[in-house]
Each structure stands twice: as C-alpha cells, then as structure tokens.
C-alpha cells in the first residue's frame, strides 16, 4: 500500500497484519504531516528474503526513514538496520501471548554497538512516537515539515492547557 503519487519517504513495516490495529496511529500520523508512505508486512522470520530484498533496495528506491513494528521475538527492526544505512525506528508490538510487550522492546532495543535501532515505547504510544520520530529526521531538511511539526507541538501543548484551565474553573466552582 503507498500513499499519495509521489515515491514514499518513510516505509512503516509490519510484522504481521495483527500488528496493523496499533500501526494505524503511526499510518495516520504521517498521513496527517503529508509525508508519503509505503505500508509492508515483512516477516524477519516467516518472510527472511524479503526482508532481505526490501532492506538492500529501501535507500535506492527513495525510502529515507524506516519504522518496524514486530512483536514477540521482534527481529525486524534489528534485521533491517543490518542491511541498510537509513535510519531505522523500531515499535514493539504487544502480542496476544507472552510478556506484555517486554519481549518485543528487549528484542528492539538491545541492538549490538555499531548497528542502531531508534526503539520506541510499547504499543499505541510508540506507534505514533514512530510518526513523528520520523517527521522530526524529515523536517531536518524540510522547512514545511519543520513548520507543521512547530503547529503540531503548540496545538499539542494548548490542549494540555485548555485542559488545565477547565480543572481549574471546576475546582475553583466547588469551593465556592
Ligand atoms: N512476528 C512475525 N514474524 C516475526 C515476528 N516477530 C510478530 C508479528 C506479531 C507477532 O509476531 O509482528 O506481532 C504475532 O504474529 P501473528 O501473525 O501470529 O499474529
């Protein structure tokens, strides 16, 4: 699945198509920025060649950051980073069985010295933290990126404070 007609910036893979319920809030981010996507479920262990293929091809076709969502045994990321110099961002999924996602970011995070991979948090959070990870690299060298990411913190940061705000008055109201 690509968005948009332009060549995908940013490739989300999966896992597995159970990992796509949590993935959404990351797809849905970058939709938001317009960043152009591509959508793949590669599997490091069910699919190897291709994860293989996609991994050496990514920079050639035009791919500048890529973010991997596996849970369980969670090689992709780690796979990935191996064979490609782009930056690779990694969500651990939390599976239907096992450690409740401890599984995943372990096997996400602890990547040997010399091979990074940019592990996020566990599930939904992580998910969207992915997205805007991603932006933020994009917006480097991308100036409306770097704007809507600024609009996106202060609309971020005023809905915090709407929400404060509305406690307060409500507090104040009952001492009254
Ligand atoms: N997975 C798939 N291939 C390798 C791994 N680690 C992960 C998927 C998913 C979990 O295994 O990313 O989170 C369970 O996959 P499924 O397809 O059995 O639901």
Redesign the pocket.
């Known amino acids: 699945m690509t968005s948009k007609k332009n060549k995908p910036q940013v490739a989300v893979v ?3 198509d ?2 796509m319920p949590t993935m959404l809030s990351c797809i849905d981010t970058l939709k938001g920025f317009g960043v152009s996507l591509t959508v793949r479920i590669i ?4 699919t190897p060649d291709v994860a293989a293929d996609f991994a050496d091809n990514a920079k050639a076709n035009g791919i500048k950051v890529v973010i991997a ?8 990321a780690g796979s990935l980073a191996g064979r490609t110099p782009l930056p690779i961002i990694g969500v651990p ?1 939390q ?1 239907s069985t096992g450690p409740t996602g401890l599984d995943a970011l372990y096997s996400t995070v602890q990547m040997p010295p010399g091979v990074p991979v940019a592990s996020m948090a566990i599930g939904k959070a992580g998910a969207k933290n992915s997205a805007i990870f991603a932006v933020q690299i994009l917006a480097l060298a991308d100036h409306t990126l770097a704007d809507k990411l600024d609009a996106f913190r202060k609309a971020q940061a005023d809905a915090v404070i709407k929400k404060d705000q509305a406690l307060q008055a409500k507090s104040e109201k009952s001492k009254a």
């Open positions: 999966m896992g597995s159970s990992d599997s490091a262990h069910r969502a596996a849970g369980m045994a969670a090689h992709l999924m599976a």
